[in-house]
């Protein structure tokens, strides 16, 4: 089954190579949807699109896109409706909204649906190139094979350890490591030497190869 639980694991097992990206631009407008999907797989993402936003959620299946870029303004179903429609089936997705008719109470409203950027038409490209950029590396899923292997690497000493019931200090006196340090590891923000992943995963009972592939 395609869940947001397999989506992560297809994730974590292509870290070594970065994930593909898979996104999906709902807008009326073929003339914009053509564009945009361009310049996504220029940039290297595989994109759908789709012209028509009832059919959209009809055909909606959560776990199938990392990213979904929607219009505001369109007939039959507007952006803010295809939008908590789609937020039933999968609360996670990240979603980027556009508009050509931006407001307070239009902004107000996606933000309460969880929206990760709101853009105005006509879309300017490099804005929508770097909220893209943006938004997939606050969600994990952009950036070099390192980082997206120290990111791995964090979340499943992370989640060992809390299904230890270790704290950080806990887990420092039976490694020798500073606190510091074993969190900055967890937070993907410093690399750790192969001796320190050692002692990390011994202490957690965890095998060390578990750390590279999520087995």
């Known amino acids: 089954m395609n869940t947001p639980d397999a989506r992560m694991a297809a994730r974590e097992k292509s870290a070594f190579r970065g994930p593909a990206v898979n996104v999906l631009v709902v807008d009326d407008d073929p003339a914009v949807t053509g564009l945009l999907r361009t310049v996504l797989e220029l940039d290297g993402r595989r994109c759908e699109v789709s012209n028509d936003p009832v059919q959209t959620v009809d055909q909606f299946r959560p776990g199938k896109f990392d990213l979904i870029v929607l219009d505001m303004m369109m007939p039959g ?5 295809v939008l908590r ?25 996606v933000i309460k649906l ?12 490099e804005k929508f190139r770097a909220s893209v950029k943006d938004v997939l590396r606050k969600h994990g899923l952009d950036g070099t094979p390192e980082e997206f292997l120290h990111r791995q690497i964090g979340a499943h000493l992370r989640k060992r350890r809390l299904q230890r019931g270790m704290t950080l200090k806990q887990l420092a006196d039976r ?22 992943l050692a002692k990390i995963a011994h202490a957690l009972e965890y095998p060390l190869s578990d750390l590279f592939y999520g087995l």
Not at 114 to 125: A, E, M, R
Not at 175 to 196: C, F, H, N, P, Q
């Open 114 to 125: 969880s929206v990760d950027d709101y853009l105005q038409k006509p879309v300017n490209i």
């Open 85 to 109: 429609r789609i937020r039933r089936v999968d609360v996670d997705v990240p979603v980027i909204i556009y508009t050509g008719y931006p407001s307070v109470e239009s902004a107000m409203d």
């Open 77 to 81: 179903m507007d952006g803010a409706e």
């Open 175 to 196: 490694t020798g490591l500073s606190v510091s340090l074993i969190s900055m590891i967890e937070r993907a923000e410093s690399s750790a030497s192969i001796a320190s």
